[in-house]
């Protein structure tokens, strides 16, 4: 039993001459992109985002741990009163600057990616790990 089909060419031809409706005239929803306007995938430039993404996601999550490890030592601290409210307080002031950066590099390094060019934070990711050590020092001895 053969059955016969159109050539390659024919269908192609086909396709080409047939319009495709817009979404919104067939009936069917247009899909939006609440997360803003979409970029063609070209070169490493979805690779880089993602990329950009999970350190800003890891920043994040590190800023959010020393924060929560603040809010633990001045509620878990036992017969520290004072010492442990500031120490608390200490740490949760470095996981915000930690969280504040990790933001603040993120939207930089978005900008870079897309304008194609790359500088280094080497001098600021020093001096914000720099601050965020001495102030978990500063916190230690407070605690003592």
């Given amino acids: 039993m053969a059955v016969d089909l159109p050539a390659p060419n024919a269908l192609e031809h086909d396709r080409r001459r047939t319009p495709t409706p817009h979404p919104e005239q067939s009936g069917e929803r247009m899909s939006r992109n609440i997360f803003g306007p979409t ?4 070169g490493s430039t979805a690779r880089d985002h993602l990329a950009n993404e999970r350190t800003y996601l890891a920043w994040h999550r590190t800023g959010i741990s020393v924060a929560a490890l603040g809010v633990a030592v001045a509620k878990l601290a036992p017969n520290r009163g004072g ?4 120490a608390g307080f200490i740490l949760l002031a470095a996981g915000l600057l930690v969280s504040a950066y990790g ?12 304008s194609g060019e790359f ?11 720099t601050i965020v050590t001495l102030l978990a020092l500063v916190a230690v001895v407070v605690l003592l």
């Fill in 39 to 42: 970029q063609p995938n070209t």
């Fill in 103 to 114: 933001t603040v590099r993120y939207r930089v390094i978005s900008r870079q990616i897309e």
């Fill in 83 to 86: 010492h442990a409210v500031a």
């Fill in 119 to 129: 500088a280094p934070a080497t001098f600021t990711a020093v001096v914000t790990s």
